[in-house]
C-alpha cells in the first residue's frame, strides 16, 4: 500500500481536506493485476475515471479543498479483470509549477495579487481542472470549477493530451458540468467571469467545432456551477450567490448569498439567440448540480439537488469558515417550468435525505429518465459520502445502500452491461475508502437493485483519496473513432 506525503499549508491550523481520507498522494501507479472478492461482472466492460482535488505543494497561505492540483483515478474493466492507474492532470499551472518545484499559486481564501496566471475570462486563480469528467469525441475532458481550460486525457493511459479548443473555436473557457447529447454528438456548455458578459452559452458539434456562441445578459456576475438540456432547449441558471466585490478588491474571496432575489432559469434553444431566452422565477437557493431535465409537451421538468441556505454557520477561524461553508446539505427537488404560461411550480422530490453528485444513464441526458442514483451525504463536519441512494421517477421509491462505518465512497456513474436496454440495467461503480485502515477498494453493485450490496469488490494497491466527480466511459464508446 503506496504512504501519503503530509501536505500542509501556512495557516498553521490542521486542515482537515489535507488529512485522513483525503491526504494527498504523490505517485503516479498503475497496477494489472488486482485482487477481486466476488466476481466482476463479465458483461461489464469499459473505464471509470474520478477526478479530484490532490495538492501536490504546500499552499501559499491557506488551503481550499477545491485548490488541489487535478487527479484522475480510473479502473479499466474488461473480461472479467480489472487494471487501476491514476495520474495527474498536466495543466499549464501543473507544468509551471513543476519547472518551479514549489507552490506559485495562492488559493481562493487568499489574496491572488500575486498569482502567476489565471483564466482566459480574467479569474485570477488556479485553474487545476480537478472537478469533473466528460466523454466526448474520443476523449475525457477534465473541467474545473470556476471555469477553466477543458483539458482531454485520453480514457485508458490518463495521459494528458492538453488543452481542447475544439479545433481552435473556443475562445474563452469552459464550465465545471458540460452537457453531451449521445444522440446529436453535441456538446453544451457556458462560461462566466467577473466583467461583462458576466455569461456566455455555447455549444460544440458533433464535428467537433463550437458552432453556437452567445452572450445571456446578467444584472451582475454571478457563480453558476451547472446547466441542463432538453430535446430542443438549454436551460441557464442565475441564482443569487456571488462573490462579494468589495471583499474582492480588498483581496478577499467571500461569497454573498442575496435572500431577497429570486433563482432564475434562462430557457433558450439549444442554438438560440440570446433574446429568446424565457426566464422562470422561483424561490432563492443554490444549486451545484443537475440531475436532468426534459421536455414533456409544453412543459419542462428539471431536477436537481437544491441548497436553501448556501452560507456558513456559525463564527470562528478563516478555516473553520471555510470548512462549513463546504459542508454540503441539499435536497432533491423538481421544478417545472409551463412554456405557455411562463410560470414555475417547484417542490421537494426527498425532502429528508441530504443527497448530492447525482447520476443517470448519460445516454439519456436531455430526455425522459426514471431513475437517479445519488450519493448519500453523512452528518458529519466535512463531506463525506456514506453510501447512495437510487431514486425512481415514476413510483416514487427510495432505495439505499450504506457502506459501513467509518467507510466513504465517491459519485457512482451509472454503468450499463453490454447490451444495456434500460437505465438500470447495468452497474454503478465507486471507489470506496476505509478511514480506519487507509485502504480502498472498488465496489461493484447491480443499478437495479443496490440495497442487496456488491457484488464484487476490487482491492486497490493504494488509498484514494476521496475527491469529486466521475464518469463511466463504455466500452464501444473506447473503440469509437470520432467523425
Known amino acids: 500500500m503506496a504512504e501519503s506525503v503530509v501536505i500542509m499549508d501556512e495557516s498553521g491550523e490542521p486542515n482537515p481536506y ?57 479502473v479499466h474493466f474488461e473480461n472479467g479483470r ?20 514549489r507552490s506559485l499559486w495562492t488559493g481562493v481564501m487568499e489574496n491572488p495579487k500575486a498569482n502567476p496566471f489565471g483564466n482566459a475570462r480574467g479569474l485570477p486563480f488556479k485553474d487545476t481542472a480537478n472537478t469533473d469528467l466528460i466523454f466526448h469525441r474520443g476523449r475525457v475532458l477534465a473541467s474545473w470549477y470556476l471555469c477553466g481550460s477543458p483539458y482531454g486525457l485520453d480514457p485508458l493511459s490518463l495521459e494528458t493530451l492538453g488543452a481542447d479548443t475544439f479545433l481552435d473555436t473556443l475562445n474563452g473557457d469552459m464550465m465545471a458540468h458540460p452537457k453531451v447529447d449521445e444522440r446529436t454528438g453535441e456538446l453544451f456548455w457556458f462560461d462566466y467571469g467577473p466583467r461583462p458578459p458576466y455569461l456566455r452559452y455555447g455549444v460544440v458539434g458533433a464535428g467537433g467545432r463550437v458552432e453556437h456562441c452567445v452572450e445571456v445578459d446578467l444584472p451582475g456576475a454571478r457563480l453558476p456551477h451547472d446547466m441542463a438540456i432538453t430535446r430542443h432547449h438549454a436551460i441557464l441558471m442565475d441564482l443569487p450567490l456571488y462573490q462579494d ?26 442554438r438560440g439567440q440570446a433574446h429568446e431566452i424565457r426566464w422562470f422565477e422561483a424561490k432563492p437557493c443554490y444549486i451545484y448540480h443537475v440531475v436532468n431535465a426534459w421536455e414533456e409537451g409544453d412543459e419542462i421538468t428539471l431536477d436537481v439537488c437544491r441548497v436553501a441556505r448556501p452560507s456558513p454557520s456559525g463564527d470562528g477561524s478563516p478555516l473553520a469558515r471555510m470548512v462549513s461553508y463546504l459542508k454540503l446539505d441539499a435536497r432533491m427537488y423538481r421544478y417545472r417550468f409551463d412554456l405557455r404560461t411562463g410560470t414555475t411550480s417547484e417542490g421537494y422530490v426527498d425532502p429528508d435525505h441530504n443527497t448530492e453528485f447525482p447520476s443517470i444513464d448519460a445516454r439519456a441526458t436531455g430526455y425522459p429518465t426514471r431513475y437517479a442514483y445519488n450519493v448519500s451525504v453523512a452528518d458529519a463536519a466535512t463531506n463525506l459520502f456514506d453510501g447512495l441512494v437510487r431514486y425512481d421517477n415514476v413510483t416514487g421509491a427510495k432505495e439505499s445502500y450504506f457502506y459501513g462505518p467509518g467507510v466513504y465512497g465517491s459519485e457512482a456513474p451509472f454503468a450499463p452491461r453490454d447490451g444495456s436496454t434500460g437505465e438500470d440495467d447495468g452497474y454503478l461503480v465507486s471507489f470506496v475508502t476505509d478511514e480506519r485502515e487507509g485502504r480502498s477498494e472498488v465496489r461493484i453493485l447491480h443499478a437495479a437493485r443496490i440495497s442487496e450490496g456488491p457484488i464484487a469488490r476490487v482491492l486497490l494497491p493504494r488509498r484514494v483519496p476521496l475527491g469529486f466527480h466521475a464518469t463511466w466511459v463504455r466500452a464501444e464508446q473506447l473503440r469509437r473513432t470520432p467523425r
Request: avoid cysteine; aromatic fraction near 12%.
Open 82 to 101: 480489472a487494471r487501476y492507474r491514476n495520474r495527474w492532470v498536466r495543466t499549464r499551472a501543473f507544468e509551471a509549477e513543476s519547472a518551479a518545484g
Open 245 to 270: 466585490l468589495d471583499a474582492a478588491r480588498q483581496g478577499r474571496y467571500k461569497l454573498t448569498f442575496d435572500r431577497e432575489l429570486p433563482a432564475r432559469f434562462g430557457v433558450i434553444p439549444r
Open 18 to 74: 489535507l488529512l485522513g481520507v483525503y491526504a494527498p498522494v504523490q505517485d503516479e501507479i498503475t497496477a494489472d493485476e488486482l485482487t477481486v472478492i466476488g466476481r466482476i461482472p463479465a458483461d461489464l466492460n469499459g473505464v471509470y475515471l474520478r477526478n479530484g482535488p490532490n495538492a501536490r505543494y504546500p499552499m501559499k497561505g491557506r488551503y481550499h479543498w477545491f485548490d488541489g492540483d487535478g487527479m484522475v483515478h480510473a
